[in-house]
C-alpha cells in the first residue's frame, strides 16, 4: 500500500468515519435531553392540573353541560361515585348530591264535630195573613190553590220541604180562616191572601211531610187545621229519639193552628211530621194542611 493510500483510508476534515459517527451520538443525545425536558415538563403539568379543582358555576347550574374535564380522569367514564356507592352523573369531584328532602306524615284532616239532635214544638197564633215569601226564607210550600194533589213552591227554593203523601182522598177548600200571599212562588208566580187549603176526611187519614236537615238548627213552621174532629201531630226525627205529640180539638167547626218546629239533625236526616184525623165529630169530619215554611 502506497503512502497515498493510507492518508485517504485514515481520519481527515472530509470523508472520514470518524466525524460521521460523533454527530450521530451528539444528535442522539440531545434527542433523549430534550425527551426528558419534555417528559418532566407534562409530568408537572399534569401534577398542577390534577391538585387544581376547577371552579363551579356561580348560579349553581348544569355541571355537566359544557364544564371542563377534569385532569386525571378520563372522559366518558360514570359521574363520582357517592358514599353510598351509586354513580351521580354531571357531578364534579368533591361534590356530593343534594340530601333527600325528609318524609313528612300527613296530618290527617280533623273529624268533624258530632251533631247534637234537637227537637222542640211549640203552637203559636196565626196571623190573619201570613207572608210565605218573608217567612220562608228558605223554602215554601202551599196546598189547595193549584189542586188538590198539586202545590206551589218557592221559586229557586231549597226544596227540602217534601210531600211524603199520607191515607185518604185529597180534596180542596176556600174557607180558611187566615189568608196566605206570596210574590216568589212557581207556577203560580204570587196570590194576595188565598184562603185555600187541602184536606181528607176520615179517622187514620191525613198527611205526611219530611224536612231535610242539613246539621245546622233550622226552624219550620207548619200552617194546619181541621173540621168537626180531634187531629194528631207527630213529629219526630229520622235519627230516632223521643216524639212529640200534639192534638187539636174541635167539635163543632173549624179551627187553625201555627206550630214551630226547631230541630237539627246531621246532612241527610230528616225531619218527619204526620198530621192525622184521630176522632170525627161528623160523617166527613177531617184535617186539613195550608202551608210549611222553612228558615
Partial sequence: MTDD??????????GGTTPR???????????IESLGALTCLLALVAYLNFETEPELPATGGDLSAGAPT????PT???????????ASPGLQPRQRPPSPSPSTTPTPAPKPEPVTAVLTVAEVEVPAVVDLTGLGTRDWVHWGLAGPDRTVRKRDGSGEIRDEGGRGQRATYDTNPEGFSWRDGTPVGSADATATGTYACGVGNGFALSVAGSGELRTVHLFAGLWMSRGRLDVRLSTGGPTRTLRLEDPHTNHTAQWVVRFRVPRGQKLLVSWTTERTFNGCGNVGIQAVALR
Fill in 76 to 86: 366518558g367514564l360514570p359521574g363520582v361515585v357517592t358514599e353510598a356507592g351509586v
Fill in 5 to 14: 493510500q493510507v492518508r485517504r483510508i485514515g481520519p481527515g476534515p472530509t
Fill in 21 to 31: 459517527i460523533a454527530r450521530h451520538r451528539h444528535r442522539r443525545r440531545w434527542v
Fill in 70 to 73: 377534569v385532569a386525571g380522569r
